[in-house]
């Protein structure tokens, strides 16, 4: 059992370029989500999916963009790469649960995307 | 508004020693709580969460932790210290019915020898 899953683990851009994070997951979670982690700040919501088809953004959305086609996966988007993007990216995901008071399940977590952009 | 305040970004403790996490929590509904431990280049992995009923809730590698709505403190320990304890820890709310997640900002746990 894979869980989540990123790739690449390591990448370095320059400014300006765009590229794709991607993600899947094979737990057959509805709800996906994209963090970004930098030091001493937590983690910080980018955006999410509760489902195939279905998205929207998070705390900080601006200068990424989302799609999600099937279940499994959720690519995330940086059009033009910036500075201010180099950072830590996890991806996650969480079921449904069972019931409305079932609902908050814990995320799972890939190992996360180390991106710099010079 | 849902927030997450985690008092130290940084605690040090001797191996044997005991292990306390402080977290603080708003929440204008019944909170569901986690705690979170990542480890060096890994992503997050679930200690414990609370949810509802019993507030003193056991996770995995000897952790607890107690949540105390009186006080909105959901503080992490354990009573003896490891060296594979040091890690990042992460506390973390969401909304009763919801599912997106607020993290605190983290917690760097150092054990000596």
């Known amino acids: 059992n894979a869980g989540v899953t990123q790739t690449p683990k390591f990448r370095i851009l320059k400014i300006g370029q765009s590229m794709t994070l991607q993600c899947t997951q094979d737990m057959n979670h509805n709800y996906m989500y994209w963090y970004r982690q930098d030091p001493g700040m937590g983690l910080k919501l980018i955006y999410y999916s509760v489902g195939a088809g279905i998205t929207d953004k998070g705390e900080v959305p601006n200068g990424y963009n989302v799609s999600r086609s099937t279940t499994e996966d959720f690519p995330l988007r940086l059009e033009l790469a910036a500075p201010s993007q180099t950072s830590v990216y996890f991806c996650?995901?969480?079921?449904?649960?069972?019931?409305?008071?079932?609902?908050?399940?814990?995320?799972?977590f890939g190992d996360g995307t180390r991106l710099s952009i010079l | 508004a849902q927030s997450v305040t985690q008092l130290g970004s940084h605690v040090s403790v001797s191996e044997g020693a005991l292990v306390l996490l402080r977290c603080n929590y708003s929440?204008?509904?019944?909170?569901?709580l986690f705690w979170y431990v990542q480890y060096p280049n890994q992503g997050l992995q679930l200690l414990l969460k609370?949810?509802?009923?019993?507030?003193l809730v056991k996770g995995i590698n000897g952790f607890e932790a107690e949540f105390k709505k009186s006080e909105t403190s959901f503080h992490l320990t354990k009573p003896s210290a490891h060296m594979s304890d040091a890690a990042e820890y992460f506390c973390?709310?969401?909304?009763?019915?919801?599912?997106?997640?607020?993290f605190g900002a983290g917690t760097r746990l150092f054990v000596k020898a």
């Open positions: 929440s204008s509904v019944p909170p569901y």
């Open positions: 609370y949810t509802t009923g019993a507030t």
């Open positions: 996650a995901s969480s079921s449904s649960g069972d019931s409305a008071v079932d609902s908050n399940q814990p995320q799972h």
């Open positions: 973390a709310v969401s909304e009763t019915g919801g599912f997106k997640t607020i």
